[in-house]
């Protein structure tokens, strides 16, 4: 499988360390507020990820990291904590603040139908691994300590600019980041803060040099080495954490264990809402709460993303959102072809269904290529539903449609069939048609849509769809 490599800035074909397994860490929310669609289009495109891997028939093994603690509003560690910010926003302490929206994200990450990473690790759970390695990298002399705590020294990491390509004589960048007089370059960063003086956090901890938190950078490193190794194949995020998050994660671990901490590094483009950056103070941070309550369909929402490819600045509209729905039910009518197979005289399609899967397993294996995957995949729809199937064809596309699922995780395969009540009102319907008596037609329609029922006025006739799928969202 290829896959661009943000480290070589090439397309690459993924060869892990010892095949079958392939190891993945994503950096995960910062969970202090709802995620919003930005959120969203990035783990989607990771999950993604992950299930083009299992389509090549490699094991992943994925982990996941919650930031519930240390991770301060500005990049330059200063300012406040943003699950101490939330805490003081709702009235809550910071471990509330923690748990609702770990909570929140989870049950997104079920909505969205996201694989289940092998493991999801709290910062706030792996205090201690944090000093560890930040002991490992104070012996190796990495380290130096200010008023406000225990700072990597950047200058000591002789690659530091390399992932990023960063230019660190740019004034610019300098200050932007806004140094602490008492840092050593403006881009060393903490691995541990102190408590500030006279102030009980509602999370803070011993340590050797003072009660405290950590940083935010350190957590992603001593996480990944726990569960991975001190070597990963593949490291993901979003694309603005490549200058200073995954340039101090390298940072870390490299000094740490002088080795290659990944050999693979994937990040997802920024997603814009019409064409504006996402940010509180615009109030364009779109859950998925208010995706389901506007009536769109969660999976509508993963075809969506599907659309762009990771790599491009993706734009989310709500007119989007609806094509993207429209296109779903287009697909799902397809998948309620089983419950209404036909005899097919004429016409046939440019494709086998034993074929779908395959076309589809290569296009991701193409550096996750999903526009054209979803083109793809319309092209079959919408022939399908032009010529509609026989019955001895049911079998071939359930297991297409289990494949698909498997692909890109849209729940077709979910689509049930109606009962008999609702077959009869179709018949009525039809019949009503046949009269032309258009007002019970249209009366009869909306009764089903009602019933989440949605029509499709096909070539050989109506084809019936789910508006919307009943299940529990159970997590593997
Ligand atoms: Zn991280």
């Not at 006279?198 to 950590?214: A, T």
């Not at 002088?258 to 997603?271: E, I, L, Q, T």
């Not at 919408?382 to 199937?389: C, G, K, N, P, S």
Request: charged content about 25%.
């Amino acid at each position: 499988m290829q896959l661009y490599n943000t480290l070589t800035r090439k397309i690459e074909e993924v060869e892990p360390i010892d095949p079958p397994k392939v190891t993945v860490y994503t950096c995960g929310p910062t969970v202090y507020d709802y995620a919003h669609v930005g959120h969203w289009f990035n783990y989607v495109r990771m999950d993604t990820l992950i299930r083009a891997l299992l389509s090549q028939g490699l094991k992943p093994n994925w982990v996941m990291n919650v930031t519930d603690v240390g991770h301060l509003v500005s990049d330059a560690d200063e300012g406040e904590d943003k699950l101490q910010k939330g805490a003081r926003r709702e009235g809550k302490t910071a471990w509330e603040i923690a748990d609702f929206y770990t909570k929140d994200f989870l049950d997104g990450m079920k909505a969205l139908n996201m694989l289940k990473p092998g493991h999801i690790v709290k910062a706030t759970d792996h205090i201690a691994d944090q000093i560890a390695l930040i002991k490992r990298l104070e012996a190796k002399g990495f380290t130096y300590v200010i008023d406000d705590g225990v700072y990597y020294d950047t200058h000591k990491f002789r690659h530091y600019a390399d992932f990023a390509q960063l230019d660190l004589d740019d004034q610019q960048i300098t200050e932007r980041i806004k140094p602490n007089p008492q840092k050593r370059r403006p881009e060393d960063f903490a691995l541990w803060k102190f408590s500030p003086k006279g102030e009980q956090r509602d999370m803070e901890w011993d340590s050797p040099w003072g009660k405290g938190f950590p940083g935010w950078h350190i957590e992603c490193s001593a996480m990944s080495m726990k569960y991975l190794g001190e070597t990963l194949d593949i490291h993901t995020g979003g694309i603005d954490h490549i200058p200073v998050h995954h340039t101090n994660e390298i940072a870390q671990s490299e000094a740490a264990t002088g080795k290659a901490f990944a050999h693979y590094w994937m990040h997802s483009n920024h997603v814009t809402v019409d064409g504006r950056k996402i940010s509180k103070s615009l109030g364009n941070g779109i859950s998925l709460q208010e995706i389901i309550a506007k009536g769109f369909s969660p999976e509508a929402l993963r075809l969506y993303v599907l659309e762009s490819h990771y790599r491009s600045h993706s734009i989310f509209s709500w007119n989007g959102l609806q094509a993207a729905q429209n296109r779903l039910n287009d697909l799902r009518a397809m998948a309620a072809l089983r419950w209404q197979p036909r005899q097919v005289t004429h016409d046939s399609t440019t494709f086998a269904l034993e074929e779908v899967s395959g076309v589809i397993t290569a296009l991701l294996a193409d550096d996750l290529n999903t526009p054209q995957t979803l083109a793809f995949l319309s092209q079959v729809s919408t022939q399908l539903l032009a010529v509609h199937i026989e019955k001895d064809m049911v079998d071939h596309l359930e297991i297409m449609l289990k494949a698909i699922d498997g692909l890109l995780g849209l729940r077709l395969s979910m689509v049930k069939d109606i009962s008999p009540k609702q077959k009869a009102l179709l018949h009525q319907r039809e019949a009503a048609r046949t009269k032309q008596d258009w007002k019970l037609s249209d009366k009869i329609r909306d009764q089903l849509k009602f019933q989440g029922i949605g029509l499709n006025d096909a070539a050989h006739g109506v084809i019936w769809y789910p508006l919307w799928l009943s299940y529990k969202p159970d997590h593997q």
